[in-house]
């Protein structure tokens, strides 16, 4: 794989007559290698200057590839405008009639058949009766495996909407959290779409227009203040939106969600919308399993007001619904142990490490440097290999090599299982 960091090939990178910064001599050269005609590498340099305002490179569109996909240049001409910044291109009122009337309700009837597992809609009190029985066994010091035969619950309700769009919120972690999310979503919405290689290189573009997009790249500032005033324009058309506070998938071992973005609270406060968290739980996210034996648990929950408490709080008031009731689910349906998930790894590290190669099987393009770096990381959260690496980095003596040793080795440890950092 040729490597797509620019940095890479000072020599080459020099701007010329014939391309576009966004795209180095080093990739032209690549391209023609692998059979790309002159004709449509200019298409690609054209594209490259038409958008250059919401763009930072070429890998931007094809991800780590860099071969552009068989839509590509189809998606390109036809979507292309969504990555400019003004949000006037986004979408028309005729666009909306006609992804209202056609294009939402054939995915809504159609669109579980496109997803690599089957889904189900769980029953809220059904998941409060499990959670407080097998809390209450658990004190009693009781076997906690939990009798459901014995549960006691009522059908749910379902959520009431407001009037007014609101923010549907899903967490992020499989291919098909987006597809599951939208077939959730029962009023005309628009999804904020960050994946662009994905979008302007499969299928999954075609379908994500035709519903309604908001492209955002998400390496670009000026392109995600754009997003923000994109989807602003789409609530004040009367449409709902539907994002992913985490941003990226959580590759994390440790958490059970990445931290969320504060731009969901910031929209959420400005327009004075509610949010609606969906919440997904499925137990193996490589997709190995056969799509029966391997469901999508899916929470929609109540609309939640965020705005009336200050950012800090409502984000973290925000994640705990969604790690509350992954948690739960995890608990109810995951099927397997620590001791089983070790079989066979010399640690967890390597366990996880295959896991997460499997998973990036599942998706046709990939960004790896972008989503190296996406990750929020809130201000004042400090990690342990942060404080550890200045005691690793002093010079070791007969008084502190203990504590050096310590120190070095955590601080590996902990880099080692950065899998957020690392894919």
């Not at 032209?28 to 005609?37: A, C, D, F, R, V």
């Not at 038409?50 to 996909?69: E, I, M, S, W």
């Amino acid at each position: 794989m040729l490597s797509t960091n620019r940095a890479d090939y000072p020599s080459t990178d020099k701007p010329n007559k014939m391309h576009n910064l966004l795209l180095s001599e080093a990739q032209i050269i690549y391209l023609k290698e692998h059979g790309l005609s002159d004709s449509k590498i200019n298409k690609i340099i054209q594209y490259l200057e038409n958008h250059k305002d919401g763009l930072t490179d070429y890998v931007d569109l094809v991800g780590d590839d860099l071969l552009p996909g068989p839509l590509f240049f189809h998606n390109m001409k036809h979507y292309g405008h969504l990555l400019n910044l003004d949000p006037e291109e986004s979408f028309t009122e005729k666009q909306n009639l006609f992804r209202a009337k056609v294009a939402l309700p054939i995915i809504w009837r159609f669109g579980k058949f496109f997803l690599g597992s089957d889904q189900i809609i769980e029953n809220r009190n059904e998941l409060r009766a499990y959670s407080q029985l097998k809390s209450d066994l658990a004190i009693k010091k009781i076997n906690d495996t939990v009798d459901e035969s014995v549960l006691d619950y009522k059908p749910d309700p379902g959520i009431v909407l407001p009037k007014e769009p609101v923010l549907w919120t899903l967490n992020h972690g499989f291919k098909d959290d987006v597809l599951a999310s939208a077939l959730c979503v029962s009023r005309p919405f628009v999804n904020f779409f960050g994946s662009i290689p994905q979008f302007y290189n499969t299928f999954d573009g075609v379908m994500a227009y035709h519903c309604g997009s908001i492209i955002v790249n998400r390496k670009h500032k000026e392109s995600r203040k754009a997003g923000q005033e994109k989807i602003k324009k789409a609530m004040a058309m009367g449409l709902d939106v539907l994002m992913s506070p985490e941003g990226v998938w959580n590759k994390n071992p440790h958490k059970l969600l990445e931290y969320f973005w504060p731009g969901v609270y910031r929209i959420a406060k400005e327009t004075n919308a509610k949010v609606v968290p969906i919440v997904h739980y499925i137990y193996d996210p490589t997709q190995r399993i056969p799509r029966k034996l391997n469901p999508i648990h899916t929470v929609i929950d109540d609309p939640i007001d965020l705005a009336y408490m200050p950012e800090k709080e409502a984000l973290e008031c925000f994640r705990d619904v969604f790690a509350t009731w992954y948690y739960i689910m995890m608990e109810k349906y995951g099927r397997t142990t620590r001791q089983n998930l070790l079989k066979g790894y010399k640690d967890t590290a390597s366990a996880w490490e295959e896991i997460m190669q499997a998973m990036m099987k599942t998706v046709d393009r990939y960004d790896r440097e972008f989503e190296k770096t996406i990750t929020y990381h809130p201000k004042g959260i400090v990690k342990p290999e942060d404080a550890f690496e200045l005691i690793a980095a002093i010079e070791p003596t007969k008084y502190n090599v203990k504590v050096q040793q310590y120190a070095k080795e955590l601080v590996l440890t902990r880099k080692k299982e950065d899998f957020q950092g690392r894919f």
